[in-house]
């Protein structure tokens, strides 16, 4: 069975510190995986996707087959940063993301 | 440019009460279209996907149904509305064709069953 699982609710660090949110999936084939955020007020939207291993506003993932991770990173957070933050992965069908329950980041001065 | 709309933004209905929750999509063709569901402590669960019109694919069984009359619209619907069906519901639409990688959310509708 395909799922995604973010194990923390809440992340809090101070800006200036690292950032690490955890992304763990379940997937026998090759797996498609991306970040979305969500910034108050916002709507939901892409961040990144592990396929073009770009890094938007900082951060980056890297898939770990191996550890079956997708863990999301930015070495010096800022308070912009504060938000929402869902782990996704693309489903057998190839249309369809099956969510993780979310990481809320708060960064504080 | 393309816009999702999602209407009504909150919504409170009575047990027992029909439903029906609209989302159109402006600048594309031939759209997917999604409904998403976010219920309390529970994250975000795919409902429905529809690739084209009249084609509509549940992801979970429920009280809810979903129906594309439109190329761009995307309803969805409940007879008979039940208290766990309180959540917020965001429709979200990408681009036509197989492994399409982004998704655009909706502003979502809140729907309290009271």
């Known amino acids: 069975a395909q799922r995604v699982t973010q194990p923390e609710k809440l992340l809090s660090v101070f800006k200036g510190a690292p950032v690490e949110l955890k992304c763990n999936y379940s997937?026998?084939?090759?797996?498609?995986l991306f970040w979305y955020v969500q910034y108050s007020r916002q709507r939901l939207q892409l961040l990144l996707r592990?396929?073009s291993r770009e890094s938007i506003k900082g951060f980056t993932a890297d898939l770990n087959k191996g550890e079956t991770s997708f863990h999301l990173k930015k070495p010096f957070a800022q308070e912009e940063d504060s938000a929402m933050y869902y782990c996704a992965l693309l489903s057998d069908s190839g249309y369809a993301l099956n969510f993780g329950k979310g990481t809320s980041l708060l960064v504080t001065p | 440019s393309q816009t999702i709309h999602q209407w009504p933004a909150t919504l409170v209905q009575p047990v027992g009460s029909p439903l029906s929750l609209e989302c159109t999509v402006e600048?594309?063709?031939?759209?997917?279209l999604y409904w998403y569901r976010q219920a309390a402590g529970r994250g975000l669960q795919l409902l429905f996907y529809s690739v084209g019109i009249g084609q509509i694919s549940s992801e979970v069984p429920q009280n809810l149904s979903a129906s594309r009359p439109q190329d761009r619209q995307f309803i969805l619907s409940s007879k008979k509305l039940l208290l766990s069906d309180s959540g917020f519901y965001l429709c979200a639409w990408s681009r036509g064709g197989s492994f399409s990688y982004e998704q655009y959310f909706g502003p979502g509708t809140r729907l309290t069953v009271t």
């Open positions: 592990h396929i």
């Open positions: 600048g594309t063709s031939n759209p997917n």
């Open positions: 997937y026998s084939g090759s797996p498609e």
